[in-house]
């Protein structure tokens, strides 16, 4: 099987513009989608080449690259709004009517949304840290502080501490992987991405939002949400805390929880074999 980054790579036309993609595992009947999250350098590529050959032994498996970090095209919109769209336009231009879902971070809050408004295009759903609202930490956390300094006035010396509070363990953080993300930082729609979810000013703007606003903030329609789900969380991610497993945990009626030690918030990197194989048993059950 060829999971290579040129043996994989795809796109696909929409009304609103490319999407691009990786897809392996092309001879199996079950689809699963795999979401990526937020934050200086991310995609969909760089948050997954690393499991992409696992899923695709079981799974016809895609990454899908959200519009504003840099690969598939811009559209206008706040990213977490336009992510999901975008979802379901991939889906509707590949004729896929369901799938498993796994989101990483702002990945797994579009996975949510979409269970809570599809909920027929959403057959099981895996999330990686992200979810949920502080309940015991404080917010925003450290990850997101350090994220927040980043986006104001960007740096190597920002990226790298941004990078290192991702992780427990900071050999995971090597050079190769501070040049690659501080290279694609750089790109102008990643860095309007980024300031539209985590400038201060826009920050500021969100918080303001939520607080007058007269509709739940997602987490709150949680209970909406009816396909089975397994959250998974590093013990030690200082992006998003484990207390914050606590209310979906809790409002989703068919969630599981699976907490992995030794790891922060990119649980599917540093915790490879023990999230793969959880993962698994989950989405084969």
């Not at 879902?101 to 797994?108: E, L």
């Not at 990850?143 to 290192?164: C, S």
């Not at 969380?233 to 992006?239: A, F, H, Y």
């Amino acid at each position: 099987m060829d999971v290579t980054y040129e043996g994989t790579k795809r796109e696909i036309g929409t009304d609103a513009g490319v999407i691009r993609y990786h897809e392996a595992g092309e001879e199996h009947d079950d689809v699963l989608i795999l979401l990526h999250g937020s934050g200086p350098g991310v995609n969909g590529w760089r948050n997954y080449r690393g499991n992409l050959a696992f899923f695709a032994e079981t799974h016809h498996t895609y990454i899908i690259e959200f519009p504003g970090f840099g690969v598939s095209d811009p559209v206008d919109g706040h990213p977490v709004l336009t992510a999901g769209a975008s979802v379901i336009r991939f889906m509707d231009a590949l004729g896929i009517a369901s799938a498993a879902m796994i989101g990483n971070s702002m990945g797994g809050v579009v996975g949510i949304n979409l269970a809570i408004r599809h909920p027929e295009r959403v057959e099981k759903l895996v999330t990686i840290g992200g979810v949920g609202p502080n309940i015991f930490s404080s917010s925003p956390s450290e990850g997101i502080r350090l994220l927040q300094e980043f986006t104001d006035a960007p740096d190597r010396d920002k990226l790298v501490r941004w990078l290192n509070a991702m992780v427990y363990d900071r050999a995971v953080v090597t050079e190769e992987l501070i040049e690659e993300r501080w290279e694609a930082a750089n790109d102008p729609a990643a860095q309007q991405t980024a300031a539209m979810m985590y400038g201060s000013k826009a920050f500021a703007m969100m918080q303001k939002y939520q607080a007058d606003a007269d509709t739940p903030p997602y987490w709150a329609m949680m209970h909406k949400v009816k396909c089975p789900t397994l959250l998974t969380w590093g013990r030690d991610d200082r992006v998003s805390p484990p207390d914050m497993a606590l209310a979906p945990m809790r409002l989703i009626p068919n969630a599981e929880l699976a907490i992995f030690p030794s790891s922060g918030h990119w649980v599917m990197i540093e915790a490879k074999v023990a999230f793969e194989s959880t993962v698994r048993a989950f989405l084969t059950r």
